[in-house]
């Protein structure tokens, strides 16, 4: 299995896209807004949440991994 490493800043910005995209569908979703209004604002988030979701996964998928140590006995 590959191992990946993810420093802090970057399991920051992976879990602000996952809120945003589920916000967005959350607002689809919800009845609290007129429907212009939902639609608008759940699309507006649903799209921020994916097209920031790209990079940040070519990121982390795209690096090399580094071999692990071997552990000294």
């Not at 949440?49 to 006995?73: D, N, Q």
């Amino acid at each position: 299995m590959k191992e990946r490493v993810v420093t802090g800043p970057e399991l920051a910005l992976i879990a602000g896209t996952r809120a945003m995209l589920g916000a967005g569908i959350g607002l689809l979703a919800a009845g609290r807004l007129n429907t212009d209004q939902r639609r608008t604002a759940g699309f507006v988030l649903l799209a921020v949440g994916i097209v920031s979701t790209i990079p940040l996964a070519l990121e982390v998928f795209g690096r090399e991994t580094r071999p692990r140590p071997a552990l000294a006995s």
